[in-house]
């Protein structure tokens, strides 16, 4: 799955995308002063957090390169931290029961999130980083971005009302998205121009100024997180699964099956997926607002067409959509050998938001159909964890065979062509997976694009506080759990 589950990454703690249009609240839900300010210091969170993501946190990749870093290092500084990110969100339970807050723990955790880009502005203006520091300063990005996520849902959930919580989210996700794209945009055609005046110093100045809009964006969003309410003391509701019952429950019928499924794509998927950037910047040597406009047809398509997977989905089941998804994602990476021509290549982007978008929606609906509510938090932070050591194994053979090729053009079309094969390979395991609940996908999903990626759109997860069957009183016991 995307790794769109990956982070609870909001888990970073951020945004959404839903399958419907947003109706108007319900007017006696939002006359409450205290409710009005926490819904609007939400969306504040949510369209800052959008814009860092877009004008900083993806053109990580590309300033790795610009400091001669290498391609392999530019594609492995997405993956290898996310795994560290995955493993540090197993704190928030105990973090949150020391601080004896959720709000304190997220805040905390969204500050640093932000600070993270202040030695890679440094590093820009110097126009020199360390292996090492850039290794570090990125796992501590995804880490602390990664742990809010158990903690921000079950905070959320105490304080957008059921009635209006998942229209909510998708108005918030929607500015986002919106957020997202104008950062991503305008970081493109900055660093183009940039590249045109022929000038590293300007060229370093600029990623220094992207760095620095995403600082004060992220910091932004942390002071609306502080500026929102808490229920006090923390409420009790489900506790989280001890891992042997997370385990036991994981691991068997449909949705040990469906988590099977998923790793195994993810794993194929990233093989190729963390040497777009680097293939269409150093081989093709495509400017940065082509890769801008590459990287916006995928996401754009991607979210235009939720709506219409969803009532797809209403209409012949989840589990059906879930194959479109999956066999419209196997030729993707496959098809960057076919040809380098930029319309082409654009033409790859929009199937690739299109299949993405689908498969994403599907899985997150057959989670919700197979596993039950009070165990979803449990199961989808062992899934995630699980996940993230995905993107790493595939990222890790991909990495391998650039390094086998030399790092060539020939080499890529092989990075591509293994990650085809082992997508195939993933796909059979769907003849086995049967759903037990739900066939036709009734409830709604909501989404927050994490990272905006190459054949892909962006890296996403569900928000499960903004799904319907979860009322506020479903809330996860952090002082049980520790």
């Known amino acids: 799955m995307s790794a769109g589950l990956v982070r609870d990454r909001k888990v970073r703690s951020e945004p959404a995308v839903a399958l419907t249009p947003p109706a108007p609240p319900v007017a006696e839900e939002t006359h409450s002063p205290s409710l009005r300010r926490d819904l609007t210091m939400s969306i504040g969170d949510g369209t800052a957090f959008g814009m860092m993501v877009g004008i900083g946190e993806t053109y990580v990749p590309a300033f790795m390169l610009f400091v001669g870093m290498g391609e392999v290092f530019a594609g492995l500084i997405t993956t290898v931290p996310l795994l560290i990110g995955s493993i540090l969100q197993l704190i928030s339970p105990w973090a949150v029961q020391k601080l004896g807050s959720h709000r304190r723990w997220v805040v905390l955790s969204s500050g640093t999130q932000g600070l993270c ?19 570090s300063v990125a796992a501590i990005y995804w880490g602390s971005g990664l742990a809010t996520g158990p903690a921000w849902n079950t905070w959320q959930g105490t304080l957008i009302p059921r009635t209006i919580r998942t229209h909510f989210f998708a108005r918030r996700a929607r500015l986002q998205q919106i957020a ?81 499924f ?20 150093k081989v093709l040597q495509f400017s940065y607002a082509e890769y801008a406009a590459l990287l916006g047809a995928s996401f754009v398509s991607k979210f235009l067409l939720l709506p219409f997977w969803g ?8 589990q059906r959509l879930l194959w479109a998804g999956a066999l419209g994602m196997i030729p993707l990476a496959g098809a ?67 390094q086998w090729g030399a790092v060539t053009a020939e080499a890529y079309h092989w990075v591509y062509a293994v990650s085809t094969l082992i997508r195939m390979l993933a796909v059979i395991q769907l003849a086995v997976f049967r759903p037990t609940e739900n066939p036709k996908g009734g409830e ?35 002082r049980e759990s520790a």
Request: charged share 10%.
């Open 117 to 135: 880009f202040l030695p890679l502005l440094t590093a820009a203006l110097t126009q020199s980083i360390s292996p090492w520091l850039a290794m």
């Open 180 to 260: 997202t794209m104008t950062g991503f945009l305008i970081g493109g055609f900055a660093l183009d121009y940039g590249r045109r005046s022929q000038s590293p110093e300007t060229q370093a100045m600029i990623f220094a100024g992207l760095f620095a809009v995403a600082t004060v964006c992220r910091l932004i969003s942390t002071a609306c997180l502080a500026s929102q309410s808490e229920p006090s003391p923390i409420p009790v509701g489900v506790r989280w699964l001890s891992w042997r019952e997370t385990w036991q429950q994981a691991s068997r019928g449909s949705t040990g099956r469906l988590l099977m």
């Open 262 to 281: 998923a790793v195994a794509m993810q794993s194929g998927a990233f093989v190729a997926g963390p040497f777009f950037n680097p293939y269409i910047l």
């Open 311 to 318: 009532k797809l989905a209403h209409k012949v089941g989840a």
């Open 336 to 402: 960057w050998n076919v040809s380098s021509n930029y319309t082409w290549l654009l033409i790859v982007q929009l199937f690739a938001g299109a299949a993405w978008g689908a498969y994403e929606l599907a899985l997150v609906l057959l989670f919700f159909e197979t596993i039950p509510e009070r165990e979803r938090t449990s199961i989808l932070t062992l899934y995630n964890l699980a996940n993230s050591g995905a993107i790493l194994f595939g990222s890790a053979i991909g990495a391998l065979i650039l």
């Open 444 to 478: 709604e999903a909501v989404f927050q694009p994490l990272v905006c990626q190459p054949n892909m759109g962006s890296m996403d997860q569900p928000i499960i506080t903004g799904s319907p069957t979860n009322d506020a009183a479903t809330v996860v016991d952090y």
